[in-house]
């Protein structure tokens, strides 16, 4: 196992929703992803009425506009698992899942595509959008009609790997979900084309890839418990990726890019493209601490955020 290492499957989750189709694809991916015994925390972020004079606030007894029984899918469809509703008022519910992922040990944030677009697959909303370029954990997306169709859990586990710390990172990620579910991985590496560059006299062609290596570092990096298969890919990246996919995929994990804020995800296109064009839930994992060794998955919890005055100003920042 690599020093970017998980213990095992996400134990607490934050899943987004909304009452919206999309959000009963995110209950269907939360399901088959948080094993029997996982904690869920279902958290709803209601806008304002009229201007704030705070980020936002929870919502508790007869401040809770919504119905009774508005978190009742999600009870009815986790069953099993230890669930908690939120609902809060706020500017921006991107916001308010990163803050209580700043409070309370979270392991993986799971939140559903709008539905709008090719069914089958995830795109991105304002809240993903938002999450998947600022999150400091792991971030799931289900894709459109997910919750329309069977899952029998989690039998085969892709990862996008090209031998990077963020690749790897995803990689040890990816080996966690597969050793908790039993299932088999499937590294792909996309074998780069030789490009043109120029001399001073004629264009020469750069080195190609050495694919075979790279997988043989992920084949050294995994359990030898864990079933694993590696397939070299070739063409366009998301598009290769995505097809690689279409094979009786369960599950895409990817690194986010190797530039920004540290342990935090932070899309580029190489991680972007395979979430919009794949045909099965993707999960983005932060990039790495220097050093490359990322946190376990936690278990201890702080207290529920409540509110945060005074920072309205800087909510468009």
Do not use: W
């Not at 499957?9 to 088959?32: F, K, M, Q």
């Not at 920004?260 to 045909?279: D, F, N, Q």
């Not at 099965?280 to 005055?309: E, L, M």
Request: aromatic fraction near 4%; hydrophobic fraction near 45%; include cysteine.
């Amino acid at each position: 196992m690599s020093d970017n290492d998980f213990e095992a499957a996400p134990r607490r989750v934050l899943l987004g929703y909304d009452g919206s189709a999309g959000a009963a694809d995110a209950i269907e991916l939360c399901r088959t992803i948080a094993p029997q015994g996982a904690e869920v925390i279902a958290a709803d972020v209601l806008p304002f009425p009229g201007a704030p004079s705070e980020t936002f606030r929870l919502l508790t007894g007869s401040d809770f506009p919504l119905p009774a029984d508005h978190f009742e899918p999600v009870l009815a469809r986790l069953p099993g698992r230890r669930v908690d509703t939120l609902t809060y008022a706020g500017d921006s519910p991107a916001r308010v899942f990163e803050e209580i992922v700043s409070e309370v040990a979270i392991d993986l944030i799971v939140v559903g595509s709008p539905h709008r677009g090719a069914i089958g697959r995830a795109l991105h909303g304002s809240v993903a959008e938002a999450l998947l370029h600022g999150s400091p954990v792991p971030v799931a997306t289900a894709p459109r009609g997910y919750a329309s169709r069977a899952h029998e859990g989690l039998r085969t586990i892709a990862v996008a790997y090209d031998g990077g710390a963020e690749a790897r990172a995803a990689l040890a990620y990816a080996e966690a979900i597969a050793g908790a579910a039993g299932g088999r991985l499937k590294v792909l590496t996309v074998a780069r084309p030789t490009d043109p560059v120029g001399g001073a006299i004629a264009y020469t062609f750069s080195l190609p890839q050495d694919t075979d290596d790279i997988q043989r570092q992920a084949l050294r990096e995994v359990d030898p418990a864990i079933d694993l298969r590696r397939r070299v890919l070739h063409g366009e990246t998301a598009a290769a990726i995505a097809g690689a996919c279409a094979d009786a995929v369960d599950l895409l994990v990817v690194g986010s890019r190797g530039y920004g804020t540290v342990e935090r995800v932070l899309l580029g296109s190489t991680s972007a493209a395979p979430i919009h064009e794949a045909p099965c839930p993707v999960i983005v994992v932060p990039r790495p601490a220097a050093g490359g060794r990322r946190r376990r998955h936690a278990r201890q919890a702080s207290s529920i955020p409540q509110t945060t005055k005074g920072k309205v100003a800087s909510s468009a920042s």
